[in-house]
């Protein structure tokens, strides 16, 4: 018996999200020439006569990625859509359809499932998306959502994450880190009533912060203003694992550094406020809080002018050198190197 065949297997938890991903894809080969990208990005992408088909899949899994003590069931509908959406815009593609799938235990009765599907019906109607298919099936605990995305776009313009280059403009769309701590004011409430039921939950009036974790929207205003102003990012992702994270994926995949300055990461005023009440950095927050779903892009310095009249928009530093790192550029004035901690789903 080989040496080989004597070692054993490794913990998934040891190799994370992206090392399983690589374990179990990194043998795959491509034999259809309508396959023009497959796994590595936000979405993969078919190729059509003109347009090209992007399609990307996500799952949603009760105590994982949602908590239903306090996520209600049609705001997790169309949750669920939205991330899925985020994907298909991130390449720079319009969605058109979505297929849905479910897992339901026994505890959810048919009214439960409705709402549910009312969140997921509202999405498409708000994104001007058609429901075409899925599945349904019984689990043996809890609620479980997958989603299949399908977006078009010409094939000249769908924008990858690996081809950010020395000298972009880093920018992003939104504000950051509120979804992260909308989240903490949840999970505070929900401990307070698991010791005192009796007591009413005290969201402080965050309603910015709540929705933000509760119904994010996909930024498909901002790939809209790339068309009207004829603006091509080089790279781009969308930010649902943290802010640093989604840097790293960039540079990792285009073979750059980074510098971020951080009086210019976006913070809303009541992220600020709430992040001081729990103590909490703001910037740590941005960087790698998540599931803001914002789009983060590299863009050549030629669109400099036209990014600045982009009314939701920040230029939040600049793609370098391999060489160089990822750094943080601090309001105090030092160089720090950034570091990805953002969601670990392993």
Same mark, same amino acid.
């Given at each position: 018996?080989?040496?080989?065949?004597?070692?054993?297997?490794?913990?998934?938890?040891?190799?994370?999200?992206?090392?399983?991903?690589?374990?179990?894809?990194?043998?795959?080969?491509?034999?259809?020439?309508?396959?023009?990208?497959?796994?590595?990005?936000?979405?993969?992408?078919?190729?059509?006569?003109?347009?090209?088909?992007?399609?990307?899949?996500?799952?949603?899994?009760?105590?994982?990625?949602?908590?239903?003590?306090?996520?209600?069931?049609?705001?997790?509908?169309?949750?669920?859509?939205?991330?899925?959406?985020?994907?298909?815009? !991130?390449?720079?593609?319009?969605?058109?359809?979505?297929?849905?799938?479910?897992?339901?235990?026994?505890?959810?009765?048919?009214?439960?499932?409705?709402?549910?599907?009312?969140?997921?019906?509202?999405?498409?109607?708000?994104?001007?998306i058609d429901l075409v298919g899925g599945d349904t099936t019984s689990s043996l605990s809890g609620l479980?959502?997958?989603?299949?995305?399908?977006?078009?776009?010409?094939?000249?313009?769908?924008?990858?994450?690996?081809?950010?280059?020395?000298?972009?403009?880093?920018?992003?769309?939104?504000?950051?880190?509120?979804?992260?701590?909308?989240?903490?004011?949840?999970?505070?409430?929900?401990?307070?009533?698991?010791?005192?039921?009796?007591?009413?939950?005290?969201?402080?009036?965050?309603?910015?912060?709540?929705?933000?974790?509760?119904?994010?929207?996909?930024?498909?205003?901002?790939?809209?203003?790339?068309?009207?102003?004829?603006?091509?990012?080089?790279?781009?992702?969308?930010?649902?694992?943290?802010? !640093?994270?989604?840097?790293?994926?960039?540079?990792?995949?285009?073979?750059?550094?980074?510098?971020?300055?951080?009086?210019?990461?976006?913070?809303?005023?009541?992220?600020?406020?709430?992040?001081?009440?729990?103590?909490?950095?703001?910037?740590? !927050?941005?960087?790698?809080?998540?599931?803001?779903?914002?789009?983060?892009?590299?863009?050549?310095?030629?669109?400099?002018?036209?990014?600045?009249?982009?009314?939701?928009?920040?230029?939040?530093?600049?793609?370098?050198?391999?060489?160089?790192?990822?750094?943080?550029?601090?309001?105090?004035?030092?160089?720090?190197?950034?570091?990805?901690?953002?969601?670990?789903?392993?």
């Amino acid at each position: 018996m080989s040496k080989k065949n004597n070692e054993k297997p490794k913990k998934i938890e040891k190799l994370g999200e992206f090392g399983l991903i690589h374990h179990l894809t990194k043998d795959i080969k491509i034999k259809n020439k309508s396959t023009k990208y497959g796994i590595g990005d936000d979405a993969a992408v078919l190729k059509n006569e003109k347009e090209n088909t992007v399609i990307s899949t996500d799952m949603l899994i009760e105590g994982i990625h949602f908590d239903l003590m306090y996520h209600p069931l049609k705001h997790l509908g169309y949750k669920s859509v939205v991330v899925n959406l985020s994907d298909i815009i !991130a390449m720079n593609a319009i969605p058109s359809q979505i297929t849905v799938s479910i897992a339901i235990s026994n505890r959810f009765n048919t009214e439960a499932v409705d709402e549910l599907y009312k969140g997921i019906l509202k999405a498409c109607e708000f994104y001007n998306i058609d429901l075409v298919g899925g599945d349904t099936t019984s689990s043996l605990s809890g609620l479980t959502i997958s989603i299949t995305a399908i977006g078009q776009a010409d094939s000249d313009k769908i924008i990858y994450r690996n081809n950010a280059k020395p000298g972009d403009l880093l920018c992003v769309s939104g504000d950051l880190g509120a979804a992260y701590l909308g989240l903490q004011l949840l999970e505070r409430e929900k401990k307070v009533f698991l010791e005192e039921p009796d007591l009413q939950p005290d969201l402080e009036n965050q309603n910015y912060v709540i929705g933000r974790i509760l119904k994010p929207e996909a930024r498909i205003d901002i790939i809209r203003q790339f068309d009207q102003k004829n603006i091509l990012p080089n790279s781009m992702i969308d930010i649902s694992d943290g802010l !640093a994270s989604e840097i790293y994926h960039i540079c990792d995949q285009s073979g750059t550094g980074a510098v971020i300055e951080e009086s210019n990461i976006p913070i809303s005023k009541e992220s600020q406020e709430l992040a001081f009440k729990f103590r909490t950095d703001p910037t740590i !927050a941005a960087l790698n809080g998540g599931e803001d779903y914002e789009l983060l892009f590299t863009v050549n310095k030629a669109y400099h002018k036209d990014i600045m009249q982009m009314p939701d928009v920040t230029i939040i530093g600049e793609i370098t050198d391999k060489s160089e790192g990822i750094m943080l550029h601090t309001k105090g004035g030092k160089i720090h190197t950034i570091k990805a901690q953002g969601w670990q789903h392993f």
